[in-house]
């Protein structure tokens, strides 16, 4: 994904542009907000997100922003900040904000941000932003899936296991021999929403996940892994309200088995 990093701290933004690029995103940083403007001015057409800092030379994110709507971008915008006020956020909203990004912000937040950008862009429909994150709209269930998925290997990966190990340990995923070397393709492919199947099967990542917080329970990212599963499984069940009844079953099979 490509984007643009305005933010008038030197040290912020060259840090935060390298941990982008380790995640495979293209970055173009400016100090000053007129620099950003005249470079979308030249180039407006571009597939491009903007990471706006609010508190800026010349002229604030507001104002930028403000400029740029009226000149008719309509480039997905993340507000980044350490203190904003009510009043400014709803004027941002109202002009068509993503996302917020609070500063100090975690790898999950940034994650999480990240994906809402890359929604924003293949659909040219950002997700709207929510002041209640818990309630995530039913019809973007695969953001959420693709969420739940990275934050599951996260945890996995953090707890010193290897990515092929999950694959298989799991039984949900199948291992692809690519140059003489074995890779959970699919797997991968999950975890993007540019590269997810057109039918996703969530019930492989929701396994993937369940599997993952039996394994890594004492890691310090497990109660927010299984927070995050039951969202989502509560969020699919309410989309397929049969579910809850084929659910019953395989639990009352699994019981019958079991005796």
């Not at 643009?4 to 173009?28: A, C, K, N």
């Not at 969202?231 to 009352?252: A, C, G, M, V």
Request: aromatic share 6%; glycine share 4%.
């Amino acid at each position: 994904m490509r984007l643009m990093l305005i933010e008038d701290d030197p040290v912020f933004i060259r840090t935060l542009s390298d941990r982008l690029q380790d995640e495979g995103h293209s970055t173009r940083e400016f100090l000053d907000p007129e620099e950003a403007l005249e470079a979308l001015r030249r180039a407006p057409g571009d597939q491009e997100a903007i990471l706006l800092d609010l508190r800026l030379p010349k002229m604030n994110g507001l104002q930028w922003l403000k400029k740029v709507r009226h000149e008719g971008h309509s480039h997905p915008v993340v507000l980044i900040s350490g203190d904003v006020s009510v009043e400014v956020t709803k004027e941002m909203v109202n002009l068509g904000l993503t996302a917020m990004l609070l500063k100090p912000f975690s790898s999950t937040e940034l994650r999480e941000v990240l994906m809402r950008l890359e929604h924003a862009l293949q659909s040219g429909n950002p997700i709207p932003l929510q002041t209640d994150p818990a309630s995530p709209p039913a019809e973007d269930w695969k953001y959420e899936m693709v969420l739940l998925l990275q934050l599951t290997v996260d945890v996995w990966i953090r707890d010193g296991r290897e990515l092929n190990a999950l694959a298989v340990d799991s039984g949900c995923w199948t291992l692809t021999r690519e140059q003489n070397h074995y890779r959970p393709k699919t797997l991968k492919n999950y975890l993007h929403l540019k590269t997810l199947p057109k039918r996703p099967k969530w019930q492989l990542v929701l396994r993937t996940a369940e599997y993952v917080l039996g394994e890594c329970d004492t890691s310090p990212l497990s109660l927010e892994l299984e927070s995050k599963t039951k969202r989502f499984e509560k969020q699919i069940l309410d989309i397929h309200p049969t579910l809850n009844e084929t659910e019953n079953k395989r639990s009352q099979n699994q019981s019958g088995k079991q005796k």
